[in-house]
């Protein structure tokens, strides 16, 4: 029998946090281990539960979200940190991915998509909402567009080629291979080849290790 996912929930309105916690816990395969009141209670009782996945509020008293989910990913880097907030701003949304978390949803997502997620950032992948995928996109196209033309002369981490670091940074908004063929006008087989050779030059051995990298390294 499956072990099932262990999902800890993380947020200040106890309405919302009861609430979630139930939903979750409804889902097939998924127990909730524990919930936390605020930032420093997630990381407390993150260490305490090991679960395999933290949803996190980023708006909380004491230890905010990303600081909550920079501490988690710090100290259990085998939990993965899916953050479930009413923010979209692009000061809500960049810090929290930089900060290690693996998901990015918004509050009216359905009980399918918070399923879904929690599968996703288990495995290591990337689960973002459309319109959060959509931001991160426009966002590296056009500091690609910006920068295109200077990667060569700036320099680029771990001998990254200028199409590579676009392709890492596609990589890091969440798109598939299909996806990222499609916005840079290439083939399956040649975005794959790109793919694998990022990997093996930054040693990174999954796709969350790639995107990791990119946040670390402000590529995206």
Not at 64 to 75: K, P
Not at 173 to 185: E, F, M, P, R, Y
Request: aromatic content about 2%.
């Amino acid at each position: 029998m499956t072990n099932p996912l262990r999902v800890l929930v993380a947020d200040d309105q106890r309405v919302v946090r009861e609430g979630l916690a139930m939903l979750i816990g409804l889902l097939d395969g998924i127990e909730v281990v524990a919930t936390a009141v605020d930032g420093l209670d997630a990381v407390d009782q993150a260490l305490l539960h090991r679960p395999d996945v933290v949803v996190m509020d980023l708006r909380m008293p004491r230890l905010d979200g990303v600081q909550s989910t920079a501490r988690i990913r710090s100290e259990l880097p085998q939990t993965q940190v899916l953050v479930l907030t009413t923010y979209l701003d692009d000061d809500a949304l960049f810090p929290a991915l930089r900060a290690g978390a693996l998901g990015y949803l918004t509050k009216n997502a359905s009980a399918e998509e918070i399923e879904q997620a929690l599968s996703a950032v288990a495995r290591g992948d990337t689960h973002l909402a459309a319109q959060v995928q959509q931001r991160l996109v426009d966002a590296t196209l056009n500091s690609i567009e910006a920068h295109e033309g200077t990667a060569s002369a700036a320099g680029l981490p771990d001998g990254l080629s200028p199409r590579e670091a676009e392709v890492l940074a596609l990589i890091a908004a969440g798109l598939s291979n299909t996806d990222i063929a499609h916005q840079l006008v290439l083939s399956n087989a040649t975005v794959k080849t790109h793919v694998n050779h990022i990997f093996a030059k930054i040693g990174a051995h999954d796709r969350a290790q790639a995107v990791h990298y990119a946040y670390d390294h402000g590529m995206t």
